[in-house]
């Protein structure tokens, strides 16, 4: 798998994580993915770095085109080293929140996606990276 | 902060969404609208979402929000206008939207409007339109 193109944003306010979904929403548009998989990865986009900023105390996103065997997606990731999570099973079941969201965030973003990657360590940080492939 | 703009048409409160909203400007609208709303006595409110390219949790959690402060308020709430990949995205991110009332496009949702408003009476008689009513 090669890939192009990384680019790295901050998500440390409101506006990052909407400069950041419009930055993905490019990407998604330079490799052509349909409107509705353009609409899914920029959905799960908003959510993973809502969390990043309200969950994670702020971090960055990182986006790339990638290929595997002549096809081409967008992966992204949205990193942070806030308190990470100590409950997976909990944090990605459908509607748990441990603040007033209603915690379709992960579960949902993780629906949203092709490849759906949390990588996670209390008191260091968590970082999730998706990918949505070209049909 | 940019904010979204609110107008009145008759006894209805048109919201049209037309920028890459961010947390902060969705929770300034909710208030602007109930300010809205309790001065002017409006009977609907028309969210208008043509031009939106997402919906996610936090736009999910608003609508379903402004149709409760609405409701406290005797108004009822019509979303209209949300595009197609919009609302397949939200089906699979899991958003419901439970309860709020949805509409093709804007004359449509109108039309909700004053026939609810008319069944409750609070569109006054001899105002068909339910337009002059404010
Ligand atoms: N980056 C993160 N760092 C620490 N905890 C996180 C992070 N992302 C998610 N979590 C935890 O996982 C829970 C579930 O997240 P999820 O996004 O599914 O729901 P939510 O953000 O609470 O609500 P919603 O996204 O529906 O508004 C959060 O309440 C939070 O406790
Ligand atoms: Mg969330």
């Given at each position: 798998?090669?890939?192009?193109?990384?680019?790295?944003?901050?998500?440390?306010?409101?506006?990052?994580?909407?400069?950041?979904?419009?930055?993905?929403?490019?990407?998604?548009?330079?490799?052509?993915?349909?409107?509705?998989?353009?609409?899914?990865?920029?959905?799960?986009?908003?959510?993973?770095?809502?969390?990043?900023?309200?969950?994670?105390?702020?971090?960055?996103?990182?986006?790339?085109?990638?290929?595997?065997?002549?096809?081409?997606?967008?992966?992204?990731?949205?990193?942070?080293?806030?308190?990470?999570?100590?409950?997976?099973?909990?944090?990605?079941?459908?509607?748990?929140?441990?603040?007033?969201?209603?915690?379709?965030?992960?579960?949902?973003?993780?629906?949203?996606?092709?490849?759906?990657?949390?990588?996670?360590?209390?008191?260091?940080?968590?970082?999730?990276?998706?990918?949505?492939?070209?049909? | 902060?940019?904010?979204?703009?609110?107008?009145?048409?008759?006894?209805?409160?048109?919201?049209?969404?037309?920028?890459?909203?961010?947390?902060?400007?969705?929770?300034?609208?909710?208030?602007?609208l109930?300010?809205?709303?309790?001065?002017?006595?409006?009977?609907?409110?028309?969210?208008?979402?043509?031009?939106?390219?997402?919906?996610?949790?936090?736009?999910?959690?608003?609508f379903?929000t402004i149709a409760?402060i609405?409701?406290?308020?005797?108004?009822?709430t019509?979303?209209?206008?949300?595009?197609?990949?919009?609302?397949?995205?939200?089906?699979?991110?899991?958003?419901?939207?439970?309860?709020?009332?949805?509409?093709?496009?804007?004359?449509?949702?109108?039309?909700?409007?004053?026939?609810?408003?008319?069944?409750?009476?609070?569109?006054?008689?001899?105002?068909?339109?339910?337009?002059?009513?404010?």
């Open positions: 798998m090669t890939a192009s193109g990384p680019e790295e944003l901050p998500i440390v306010s409101d506006e990052d994580v909407v400069r950041v979904r419009q930055a993905v929403r490019g990407y998604a548009q330079q490799v052509r993915l349909s409107l509705v998989d353009q609409t899914k990865l920029v959905t799960a986009t908003s959510e993973l770095a809502r969390n990043t900023l309200v969950y994670g105390g702020g971090g960055s996103a990182r986006i790339e085109v990638v290929t595997d065997n002549g096809r081409e997606g967008i992966r992204a990731s949205f990193q942070d080293e806030g308190p990470g999570i100590p409950d997976l099973t909990l944090a990605l079941a459908d509607g748990w929140s441990s603040g007033k969201g209603m915690g379709l965030g992960l579960s949902g973003a993780r629906r949203l996606v092709d490849e759906f990657d949390l990588d996670t360590e209390v008191g260091r940080g968590t970082t999730v990276t998706v990918v949505k492939w070209k049909r | 902060m940019e904010r979204v703009p609110i107008l009145k048409i008759g006894g209805v409160l048109l919201v049209s969404i037309q920028i890459d909203l961010h947390d902060q400007s969705v929770l300034a609208l909710q208030e602007d109930a300010e809205r709303i309790s001065a002017t006595g409006a009977h609907g409110v028309v969210i208008d979402i043509s031009a939106v390219e997402i919906v996610d949790s936090f736009i999910g959690r608003m379903a409760s609405s409701r406290l308020f005797d108004a009822d019509v979303v209209v206008g949300m595009r197609p990949a919009v609302a397949i995205t939200l089906v699979e991110l899991g958003l419901t939207l439970g309860g709020v009332r949805t509409a093709l496009d804007l004359e449509r949702g109108m039309r909700i409007l004053r026939v609810l408003g008319q069944e409750s009476g609070r569109i006054p008689a001899g105002d068909p339109t339910g337009l002059e009513w404010s």
